[in-house]
């Protein structure tokens, strides 16, 4: 399966989705990320492989000859990502899909529908757009009053309100550490025993205290993983 993640708009989300969300249940596929100036998967640990968005040509060979791929594209090549796709007939057909996160702010709203458009008017279907609502708090309908009134007019996207990634404070946390979930959750490091040892260092302890909770609250974000995921595709 070959995915797409784009946005007009920034700080939506795409290398959550790329990193955290689907290269684990996607066999690992290889993550190009057509990024000039923001973070990518290669901060939280991952083999990424950078390009500019205007080297649509090699990137469309290379994504030819992969079975998985995940290609996580800025806000800063977006503009130039698109019009090489546009360029180049039908090779948006060579991706099974594109999908779309979106944060609740109205601008990030309001420039996702303007992305949503664009990938209708190049002929891409609706049941191959998929938006994911990130960083919801509590209630899809109540946040993003704009995209769910945007699909009832145009039905020129899939939206599934399942696909709700919920606000929690380990994606910050794992950002600074440069671990993915799934990552951390691999890590066996009995960090409660560890915790034991009064006589080690007030620093080592408050380190292994701080990986102890960031376990446990993993878990939960990981089965929310797993459902965005499943009702996603």
Not at 16 to 29: E, G, I, K, S, Y
Not at 145 to 162: D, G, M, V, W, Y
Not at 209 to 222: E, P, R, T
């Amino acid at each position: 399966m070959k995915v797409a993640i784009l946005n007009y708009t920034g700080t939506v989300g795409k290398t959550t989705v790329a990193a955290h969300l689907l290269a684990p249940r996607m066999n690992d596929a290889t993550i190009f990320a057509i990024e000039s100036i923001n973070e990518t998967a290669q901060g939280l640990g991952i083999d990424v492989e950078k390009m500019n968005g205007d080297k649509f040509r090699e990137l469309f060979k290379k994504i030819m000859l992969e079975d998985d791929a995940i290609i996580d594209i800025g806000a800063s090549n977006i503009e130039d990502f698109m019009t090489n796709m546009i360029k180049f007939d039908d090779s948006h057909e060579e991706f099974d899909y594109f999908v779309v996160p979106v944060t609740s702010g109205t601008k990030e709203q309001k420039e996702t529908i303007q992305m949503l458009d664009t990938l209708a008017s190049i002929g891409i279907p609706a049941d191959k757009v998929k938006v994911v609502f990130n960083r919801v708090d509590v209630d899809v309908d109540d946040e993003f009053p704009f995209i769910i009134a945007r699909h009832k007019k145009e039905k020129s996207f899939s939206l599934n309100k399942e696909c709700a990634i919920y606000e929690n404070e380990l994606f910050d946390a794992l950002s600074i550490k440069g671990l993915t979930v799934d990552a951390l959750l691999a890590d066996d490091t009995d960090y409660k025993a560890l915790l034991k040892n009064k006589e080690a260092s007030a620093k080592d302890r408050n380190t292994w205290a701080d990986m102890f909770g960031l376990k446990s609250l993993a878990k939960s974000v990981k089965r929310n993983l797993d459902d965005v995921y499943a009702n996603l595709f």
